[in-house]
C-alpha cells in the first residue's frame, strides 16, 4: 500500500502541475487495482497480493469542467493530497510499529 501511495501522489502532483495545461486529462491510480487487491485479500493469497502491480491511469470519471477541456479541479487534487498524505502518514506508523515488535522480539529491548 505504500507504494500505492507514492504512485498516487506521483499522480497528485502531475495533475496539480498541469492544473492550467489545455486538454490535459486527470491521472489516477487504476480502479482495478482496488478490485484486484479485494479480490486477493478476500483468497488469503499472499502470492497474488504480492504480485499486484498499481498504476497509473486516465480518470474516466473526472469531468472537464472548463472550455479548455482539462478535467482537474484544484480544490480536489488539494484535498486528494491532504487525504494521501494522511493515509502514508498511518501506513508508515503501522509498518514502524510491527517493525519495532521484531526488533524487540529479536533483541529482547526496545
Do not use: C
Amino acid at each position: 500500500m505504500l507504494d500505492v501511495n507514492v504512485l498516487r501522489h506521483e499522480a497528485i502532483a502531475s495533475n496539480l502541475a498541469n492544473v492550467e495545461t489545455p486538454n490535459y486529462k486527470r491521472l489516477d491510480v487504476s480502479p482495478s487495482f482496488e478490485s484486484q487487491l479485494s479480490q486477493a485479500v478476500a483468497g488469503r493469497d499472499a502470492e497474488q497480493i504480492s504480485g499486484l502491480q498499481p498504476e497509473l491511469t486516465v480518470d474516466s470519471q473526472a469531468n472537464a469542467g472548463r472550455m479548455d477541456g482539462n478535467t482537474v479541479q484544484l480544490e480536489t487534487e488539494m484535498l486528494k493530497l491532504n487525504q494521501n498524505t494522511v493515509e502514508h502518514s498511518l501506513e508508515t506508523q503501522l509498518v514502524s510499529a510491527a517493525l519495532a515488535k521484531m526488533r524487540m522480539a529479536i533483541t529482547g529491548k526496545d
